[in-house]
């Protein structure tokens, strides 16, 4: 490794805060070796968590019916896409949900709800799911509802909620052209309520919504002055009806570079690859595993993504493993089948040039 490289890590290691100069520099220098950088992350990885992975599956336990305004959100009042909308999904099928995450080796569950933030009957009614899931499934929470005030999540922290999800976003300055019916101070005031109840808190940022390099940065920095132990990095879905559609911003290499940045700035955080990582990573999903440390399995809110079986394979074929209970989908991490599409005809030749396209 280069030695710069042993420098970023020898600081990332310590408890010096990482240059933003250098910051800056892992997304715009175009002679940085990628290699180089992903190994240096990696190496800052495996020193505060192996080489475990931490899977999350997320519970859209509200869809749709939203009165916000986020430009990058389907199911936000300014949006048109042809999502299914639904009110809060009944106590017994989310408690069910939970059952089935956990025999599945899911790590934390979390429930994700629409809306600018619960009301203080809605607060009284998801503690109540949160202290039966704690009590009845025993598995790790955490709970993404809008704003709230530190009342609200004292509710939640009694009931056992783990932690508390509130991403920024972006950075405070672009803030005002993704969403005008929150401002990012209410954003960090739900932050703050989370953690002076003691919750854990869990904030992240959605790249390829038109920011500049500088505003990534800002977000890193941010997270880091909080000290937030969790941050899921999403790479935007192309959503058809929604304002903010496509800035064309995302390639795998730049999704990368970004997910380095964040380990090299909180390098004792948990980095999650969140939504976007199938279709703006591709190929170098494998990769994107030394700067992160925990994924989503069975899609986002309003789309679909790789199954559980794909995840754990993806994660066992690149030499890593799966963090929690996984008793059932050892077999997967054995396995050693020649697998490519589930498409017989490509192992016959025959086949092949006779049907170039089976
Ligand atoms: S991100 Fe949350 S608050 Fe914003 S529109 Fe979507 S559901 Fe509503």
């Given at each position: 490794?280069?030695?710069?490289?042993n420098e970023w890590v020898k600081i990332a290691l310590s408890d010096a805060t990482f240059p933003?100069?250098?910051?800056?520099?892992?997304?715009?220098?175009?002679?940085?070796?990628?290699?180089?950088?992903?190994?240096?992350?990696?190496?800052v990885?495996?020193t505060?968590?192996?080489?475990?992975?931490?899977?999350?599956?997320?519970?859209?336990?509200?869809?749709?019916?939203?009165?916000?305004?986020?430009?990058?959100?389907?199911?936000?009042?300014?949006?048109?896409?042809?999502?299914?909308?639904?009110?809060?999904?009944?106590?017994?099928?989310?408690?069910?949900?939970?059952?089935?995450?956990?025999?599945?080796?899911?790590?934390?569950?979390?429930?994700?709800?629409?809306?600018?933030?619960?009301?203080?009957?809605?607060?009284?009614?998801?503690?109540?799911?949160?202290?039966?899931?704690?009590?009845?499934?025993?598995?790790?929470?955490?709970?993404?509802?809008?704003?709230?005030?530190?009342?609200?999540?004292?509710?939640?922290?009694?009931?056992?909620?783990?932690?508390?999800?509130?991403?920024?976003?972006?950075?405070?300055?672009?803030?005002?052209?993704?969403?005008?019916?929150?401002?990012?101070?209410?954003?960090?005031?739900?932050?703050?309520?989370?953690?002076?109840?003691?919750?854990?808190?869990?904030?992240?940022?959605?790249?390829?919504?038109?920011?500049?390099?500088?505003?990534?940065?800002?977000?890193?920095?941010?997270?880091?002055?909080?000290?937030?132990?969790?941050?899921?990095?999403?790479?935007?879905?192309?959503?058809?009806?929604?304002?903010?559609?496509?800035?064309?911003?995302?390639?795998?290499?730049?999704?990368?570079?970004?997910?380095?940045?964040?380990?090299f700035?909180?390098p004792k955080?948990?980095?999650?690859?969140?939504?976007?990582?199938?279709?703006?990573?591709?190929?170098?999903?494998?990769?994107?595993?030394?700067?992160?440390?925990?994924?989503?399995?069975?899609?986002?809110?309003?789309?679909?993504?790789?199954?559980?079986?794909?995840?754990?394979?993806?994660?066992?074929?690149?030499?890593?493993?799966?963090?929690?209970?996984?008793?059932?989908?050892?077999?997967?991490?054995?396995?050693?089948?020649?697998?490519?599409?589930?498409?017989?005809?490509?192992?016959?030749?025959?086949?092949?040039?006779?049907?170039?396209?089976?």
């Amino acid at each position: 490794m280069d030695s710069d490289f042993n420098e970023w890590v020898k600081i990332a290691l310590s408890d010096a805060t990482f240059p933003q100069t250098l910051a800056l520099d892992i997304l715009s220098n175009p002679n940085l070796d990628l290699l180089c950088l992903v190994a240096a992350a990696g190496e800052v990885r495996m020193t505060y968590f192996g080489r475990q992975v931490m899977l999350h599956r997320i519970n859209d336990i509200q869809n749709g019916l939203c009165p916000e305004d986020c430009g990058y959100c389907a199911q936000s009042k300014i949006s048109d896409a042809p999502i299914k909308k639904y009110p809060l999904k009944s106590e017994e099928e989310i408690i069910q949900e939970a059952h089935e995450a956990k025999a599945k080796g899911v790590y934390r569950y979390c429930l994700v709800s629409s809306g600018r933030g619960p009301t203080a009957d809605r607060t009284q009614h998801l503690a109540h799911i949160i202290r039966r899931i704690k009590t009845e499934v025993g598995i790790q929470t955490c709970l993404s509802a809008g704003l709230m005030d530190q009342e609200q999540a004292t509710i939640l922290k009694a009931a056992g909620l783990d932690r508390l999800n509130h991403n920024l976003n972006t950075s405070e300055s672009h803030t005002p052209d993704i969403v005008t019916t929150h401002t990012f101070q209410d954003r960090i005031n739900t932050l703050k309520a989370a953690r002076s109840a003691g919750l854990d808190l869990c904030s992240g940022m959605i790249a390829g919504m038109g920011e500049t390099d500088q505003d990534i940065v800002d977000v890193a920095y941010q997270l880091h002055q909080y000290q937030v132990p969790s941050i899921p990095i999403n790479f935007l879905i192309p959503i058809s009806g929604n304002p903010i559609y496509d800035c064309n911003q995302l390639t795998p290499q730049r999704c990368l570079r970004i997910l380095c940045l964040f380990r090299f700035v909180n390098p004792k955080a948990e980095i999650r690859i969140g939504g976007g990582r199938e279709g703006h990573l591709r190929g170098l999903q494998a990769l994107a595993l030394y700067p992160a440390n925990s994924l989503f399995v069975e899609g986002y809110l309003a789309t679909r993504g790789h199954s559980i079986d794909q995840v754990y394979q993806l994660i066992y074929d690149a030499g890593f493993e799966v963090a929690g209970d996984v008793s059932s989908s050892k077999n997967l991490s054995s396995t050693s089948q020649f697998q490519l599409d589930n498409n017989p005809n490509i192992l016959n030749p025959l086949t092949t040039i006779n049907s170039p396209n089976p």
